[in-house]
């Protein structure tokens, strides 16, 4: 009985510190920052728990059935990526100018274009890698344990990503406008080589495996 639960324990801790890996809640910040733009305070840490409850939802969803839904669609986890990868390469151009694009400013009074969804909390933070990893981890371990723990580190990771995503309001109020268009910039050039890295290695793997 202890051995099963260690093992569920360790399995638990292993799933977490893939998904928080893959995930990078920390690269994910500025991203938000970027998505909602002079909103207040209060609306800003909404947002920080929807993102947060897209990332569960999908995550959870993807434990389950993640294999089933996209053999349900005909899409290929390769396919999946390369589409993924140009949304975020698209998103970076548009951070590249310094500021929230036009779209990206009105995403948070429109629900029929949530941006907190599509791009960021899909394919940017629970994208195709962490997808992968977490239908990865419920494979290795299909006991109902085993999913709980998929389940918990999920949940985990949720509730990281809103106290980072929280904490990134209060970090921002005190960088200087000029040096959040400069971090800006250089946070689309790095979305904008990762879009591409998703991109091609899903166009790869979709043509040579």
């Avoid at 590249?96 to 960021?120: A, I, N, W």
């Avoid at 209060?170 to 800006?184: A, N, T």
Wanted: charged share 10%.
């Amino acid at each position: 009985m202890n051995s099963v639960f260690s093992a569920n324990i360790e399995h638990f801790i292993q799933a977490t510190i893939a998904i928080v890996a893959i995930s990078n809640p920390l690269g994910a910040a500025p991203v938000f920052l970027a998505l909602v733009g002079d909103v207040d305070p209060v609306k800003r840490r909404y947002a920080a728990l929807r993102v947060s409850l897209y990332i569960f939802i999908i995550l959870f969803v993807a434990t389950l059935a993640g294999s089933g839904l996209l053999k349900l669609f005909g899409i290929s986890l390769s396919a999946f990526q390369a589409g993924g990868g140009l949304i975020v390469l698209l998103m970076g151009l548009e951070m590249m100018k310094g500021r929230p694009t036009h779209v990206q400013h009105e995403s948070l009074q429109d629900d029929e274009t949530d941006q907190l969804l599509v791009p960021l909390a899909m394919p940017l933070i629970a994208g195709p890698g962490s997808i992968a990893t977490v239908m990865t981890l419920a494979a290795h371990n299909p006991t109902v344990m085993g999913h709980i723990s998929v389940t918990l580190a999920v949940v985990t990771e949720a509730v990281l990503m809103f106290i980072v995503l929280s904490a990134s309001v209060w970090v921002e109020k005190r960088v200087s406008e000029r040096g959040q268009r400069i971090f800006l910039k250089f946070m689309g050039f790095i979305l904008v080589v990762m879009g591409a890295q998703m991109a091609l290695t899903g166009i790869k793997r979709f043509l040579f495996t």
